[in-house]
């Protein structure tokens, strides 16, 4: 019980002025008294193929339009030869394979002429002095005659690698070939070329380059260092593939898991939503190759030890662009696609999804639990067919939860609406989106101090502060809205009991090819880094603890009086309290924290801090900039007493003996 003369006492504390005239605050924590679990999975990421974040971003493939299926066959490449003679390139269509049909075919005439071609790369191609490419082709031919003759140049058009392959097979089958080669140099924007040596004609398909230092060093994988930095929030939870990508502009277009798994060169290429979406950030380059399909995402959310969590499309195309419905009689197919993605990740080898999984390498299962129905989904129209797909996996997955839209805003009429039906339909999870000014981070800490405990738990799926305006291009990833946050997340772990899961939106975005800001993580062909906003959801997630515990600054939750957002737990596992407060003045705050507990205390208090000028960014000069520090302190008594700098993010760890 937290008596009453303590929260007297402790109110006229937290207003006063230490001697020094500087303004004091008194906090009491009462780890006797938790109130709360705090779900395993709390602190997760969002991931959408948005901002080059996984073809030219995450997944490691060097060449751009690799199998000539963008709308422009030859978008990427460039010919090269003195005087290409007519029929030199030939793009031809397939008919055996309906998912990838084209490939080039290239004759060649022989030196002194030669011919080749040119790949951009996805804004050049990041390469590392040293460090092995993979090339691959696939390619037919009736008689060997060409021998490809690959090299690496820098922007001068200096070589920085090569090597030679000769195809070796004939045919009419499709051969595949690879051949590995060191660079020589460190080129942020290298090109690809390949020289088609000797006589002949050959047919070639999916050329393709990767670096040899991919995650876990897998064969045309991800990008190590993106990865680690996501393996590094030690996240509990990955969501994928979005986003509004789930949706599609149209239905033709939207995301459909099936065809993205499966041999790479039959997954079918799709233009990708976010080339079009903005003019003044239009991205024609921009398609979804599926290299990195959705066994690759159950596959990385094993690696980082995140619990999966796809999102499907529920038969509607996104309502800002085509509205697009599937009529409710022929969801049928959207809805056996959630059926069988559940089959996929966790159904025996016997059954045909079960059996692919294996095939791609993973016979155990992948061990699936939610499922979202629907992105920014709103209306009528979103709930009735909610509704079906609910019915449906409720009846065969009873275990399997169901996480649902409350569309694209966090309060108003459609958000209203949807909030009253999706109780009423008793949903898992409300799945809420908020990408709002800092201000409102700030005046929104209590949010959840109100909502029903006993009703469906609270998935804050997408969230950022924009410091200019939602989708502007004029939002930053600086301290002031990433402060915005840590305040912010203060309200969500104290309420952990309702808010279950939580990502910042989006992910990731390449420095080169972004559409939207701001982000978590930037890259570019070379280096990745994490924005303040990434340390702070960092250090809430290694710092999530198991049970909320109160903590009160006078006799009120710290919320944004006076400037002090704080929140605490206890972490049963490492028998520690973790402590969570911002200081959201300019000017520094004397803090004295109380820990109430009958148990002892070691005396070193670990503290790690963050703070920085408000307009203070990371960047890939200076990806450090903004990080958080630790220091040592020393508990008096039970106390800890410390300034709390001007804008700042402090976690303090206390063990208990
Ligand atoms: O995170 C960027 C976009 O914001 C997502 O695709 C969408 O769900 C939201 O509108």
Not at 226 to 255: H, N, S, W, Y
Not at 413 to 442: G, T
Not at 503 to 520: C, E, I, K, R
């Amino acid at each position: 019980m937290f008596i009453r003369s303590k929260l007297l006492g402790a109110l006229i504390l937290s207003c006063a002025l230490s001697l020094s005239g500087q303004e004091k605050k008194s906090f009491i924590v009462d780890v006797s008294q938790p109130v709360a679990e705090v779900s395993p999975n709390m602190w997760g990421v969002f991931f959408e193929d948005i901002n080059l974040g996984a073809d030219g971003g995450i997944y490691a493939e060097l060449v751009k339009n690799r199998s000539f299926e963008f709308a422009d066959p030859f978008m990427g490449w460039k010919r090269l030869g003195k005087n290409i003679s007519e029929g030199t390139f030939l793009v031809l269509s397939r008919k055996d394979k309906p998912n990838n049909p084209r490939f080039l075919r290239v004759s060649s005439s022989s030196v002194p002429d030669k011919v080749g071609l040119q790949n951009e790369g996805f804004r050049g191609m990041g390469v590392k002095q040293g460090l092995h490419y993979d090339f691959s082709i696939l390619y037919r031919q009736d008689a060997p005659g060409i021998t490809l003759h690959m090299q690496l140049v820098d922007t001068a058009g200096v070589v920085i690698g090569e090597s030679t392959l000769k195809p070796s097979q004939t045919g009419t089958a499709w051969q595949k070939q690879q051949v590995r080669f060191r660079a020589t140099k460190t080129e942020p924007k290298a090109k690809l070329v390949i020289w088609f040596e000797g006589k002949g004609t050959l047919d070639v398909d999916m050329i393709s380059l990767f670096p040899e230092d991919t995650w876990k060093k897998r064969p045309g994988g991800l990008r190590a260092d993106m990865v680690q930095l996501l393996a590094d929030m030690k996240p509990g939870f990955i969501r994928f593939p979005g986003g509004c990508i789930v949706e599609g502009r149209e239905l033709a277009t939207r995301f459909q898991w099936k065809k993205t798994v499966g041999p790479i060169e039959d997954r079918q290429l799709i233009v990708n939503r976010w080339n079009t979406e903005f003019k003044h950030r239009s991205t024609p380059d921009y398609y979804q190759t599926f290299g990195l399909g959705f066994f690759e995402y159950f596959q990385l959310a094993e690696d980082i030890g995140a619990e999966p969590l796809p999102i499907l499309n529920c038969g509607m195309a996104c309502q800002y662009n085509t509205a697009e419905l599937v009529p409710l009689e022929d969801l049928d197919e959207y809805v056996q696609d959630a059926l069988d993605l559940i089959a996929f990740a966790n159904g025996d080898l016997h059954t045909k999804w079960g059996k692919l999984r294996a095939e791609m390498g993973h016979p155990a299962p992948f061990n699936l639990k939610m499922l979202g129905v629907g992105n920014e989904n709103w209306g009528p129209q979103y709930i009735e067919r909610l509704e079906v797909f609910k019915k449906a996996l409720n009846e065969k997955h009873p275990d399997i939860k169901i996480v649902a839209s409350s569309g694209t805003d966090p309060e108003g009429e459609r958000f209203d609406f949807l909030d009253k039906e999706l109780r009423r339909l008793k949903v898992d999870f409300i799945d809420e989106h908020y990408y709002r000014s800092p201000e409102w981070f700030l005046s929104h800490a209590n949010r959840y101090d109100d909502y029903d405990r006993k009703g469906p738990k609270i998935f804050a799926g997408e969230y950022a502060a924009h410091t200019d305006r939602t989708a502007g291009t004029g939002n930053k990833n600086s301290w002031k809205a990433a402060i915005a946050e840590a305040a912010f997340l203060t309200g969500l772990e104290r309420n952990a009991e309702v808010v279950k899961m939580a990502s910042y939106a989006p992910l990731f975005a390449h420095v080169d090819g972004w559409q939207w800001t701001p982000d978590l993580i930037w890259v570019d062909n070379l280096q990745a880094y994490g924005t303040p906003n990434y340390q702070v959801q960092k250090l809430y997630s290694t710092n999530k603890g198991t049970k909320v515990i109160p903590i009160h600054m006078g006799d009120e939750v710290p919320s944004g009086q006076d400037g002090i957002y704080a929140s605490a737990v206890l972490d049963d596992k490492a028998n520690e309290v973790i402590v969570k407060v911002v200081n959201h003045n300019s000017h520094p705050v004397e803090g004295n924290f109380s820990i109430q507990t009958k148990g002892r205390l070691t005396k070193e208090v670990e503290h790690i801090l963050l703070a920085a000028g408000l307009e203070e960014e990371n960047s890939i000069q200076e990806p450090n900039k903004v990080r958080p520090s630790t220091e040592q302190l020393i508990l008096k008594g039970k106390s800890i007493q410390t300034d709390l700098s001007p804008y700042s993010f402090h976690i303090f760890k206390i063990k208990m003996r």
